[in-house]
């Protein structure tokens, strides 16, 4: 359970792999930040105890688990902190994961940030220091979750200084995931595979789009700087040829005729 779960890539939670793990996630067998399937040590009045690992104890509730939880049991949680760091477990599912990026919306503030809802009775945090403009309740805001120095589970704004700087491994009109993150002069920035930021040109852009949308696109160079240009479309032979391929398809349908014009 908990070592199967801990040995999958850190894309997996995404449905993509790049084979690389994102900067902020550690090398460490913490499972704070991940969903992992843990065994069940005791069921008790106010709560249930799940091994953690490492001679580790995690609560979840036991409104949480399903009825009849007993010893012994595995159970699929996703394992964040409480107020004193703490690990603790929930079966929810959060937006995102340790190293992940989403679009988050505001539900409150206080002294300390901003507070988004990802998805957990628990909000998450977004400190003044981790955000890159003021906000105000019922904006989104695209974001990294990090550990912070505490050890606990936060959020990041600026992705810019998060993310690699000079990230290898892409190569030229490579598909990739890319969440639209940012709004520019030039067009758009987006997230790439968790990974880094690259620019989208509003030139090279031919369909509505919108800051917080999640789309596939392709890297269409790596830049000198280190700096990903971005895409929408693949290139115009790989277009072509999945043209010509589909008029083929359809003439065969039609017995080789068609009343398909330009």
Request: hydrophobic share 40%; net charge negative.
């Amino acid at each position: 359970g908990l070592d199967r779960a801990l040995s999958r890539p850190p894309c997996y939670a995404l449905g993509w792999c790049s084979g690389r793990p994102p900067p902020t996630l550690r090398a460490t067998m913490s499972i704070v930040g991940h969903s992992v399937s843990l065994p069940v040590l005791r069921v008790e009045r106010d709560r249930i105890v799940l091994d953690g690992g490492q001679g580790r104890e995690v609560s979840l509730p036991p409104d949480e688990a399903p009825a009849g939880t007993s010893a012994g049991e595995a159970l699929e949680v996703f394992v964040l902190t409480d107020s004193e760091a703490r690990p603790v477990a929930t079966t929810a599912t959060p937006h995102a994961t340790l190293g992940r990026c989403a679009s988050l919306r505001v539900v409150a503030q206080s002294g300390a940030g901003a507070f988004l809802d990802w998805g957990l009775a628990k909000h998450l945090l977004l400190p003044f220091a981790e955000q890159r403009r003021p906000l105000e309740i019922g904006q989104h805001e695209c974001v990294l979750v990090y550990l912070d120095n505490s050890g606990r589970l936060a959020a990041s704004a600026r992705l810019d200084h998060r993310l690699e700087e000079r990230p290898d491994g892409f190569e030229p009109w490579q598909p990739v995931s890319l969440l639209v993150c940012q709004r520019t002069d030039l067009g758009f920035k987006a997230v790439v595979d968790d990974r880094a930021v690259g620019l989208l040109y509003q030139d090279e852009i031919f369909r509505e789009l919108r800051v917080g949308e999640r789309t596939t696109g392709y890297v269409k160079r790596p830049r000198a700087d280190g700096r990903l240009d971005l895409a929408l479309q693949p290139p115009a032979r790989v277009l072509a040829d999945d043209l010509a391929a589909r008029v083929i398809e359809h003439l065969e349908r039609h017995g080789g005729s068609t009343t398909l014009t330009d």
